[in-house]
Nanobody, 120 residues
Framework: VQLQASGGGVVQAGGSLRLSCAASGRTFSIYGMGWHRQAPGKEREFVAGISQRGGTTYYADSVKGRFTISRDNAKNTVYLQMISLKPEDTAVYYC??????????????WGQGTLVTVSS
């Protein structure tokens, strides 16, 4: 599966953005999907995950209540709605697909990142 993330940009603190990740192929619905991020000078970290049919989601504590992951299997797309953004959310965001099908990973396929910059 090939993944293409989009939707990043520059936003003021307190603002919102929605990231999208479009997947190629007919088997999108078998994959668990996740979003990760990597801030400058830091290691990549898990942000959110969603199961094959979207019934189960999982979030890092740092984004709970502010970020929402969802998916549309008919469109082969997973989304990350982000609200109440903080400067510390600034990072390159990556989507990933896992053959296990669950929201927790592990993730086997990665897309290119999309940069989110939150200004204070």
């Amino acid at each position: 599966v090939q993944l293409q993330a989009s939707g990043g940009g520059v936003v003021q603190a307190g603002g919102s953005l929605r990231l999208s990740c479009a997947a190629s192929g007919r088997t999108f619905s078998i994959y668990g999907m996740g979003w990760h991020r990597q801030a400058p000078g830091k290691e990549r970290e898990f942000v959110a995950g969603i199961s094959q049919r979207g019934g189960t989601t999982y979030y890092a504590d740092s984004v709970k209540g502010r970020f929402t992951i969802s998916r549309d299997n008919a469109k082969n797309t997973v989304y990350l709605q982000m609200i109440s953004l903080k400067p510390e959310d600034t990072a390159v965001y990556y989507c990933a697909a896992g053959v296990s099908g669950g929201p927790y990973g592990p993730y086997n396929y990665w897309g290119q990142g999309t940069l989110v910059t939150v200004s204070s």
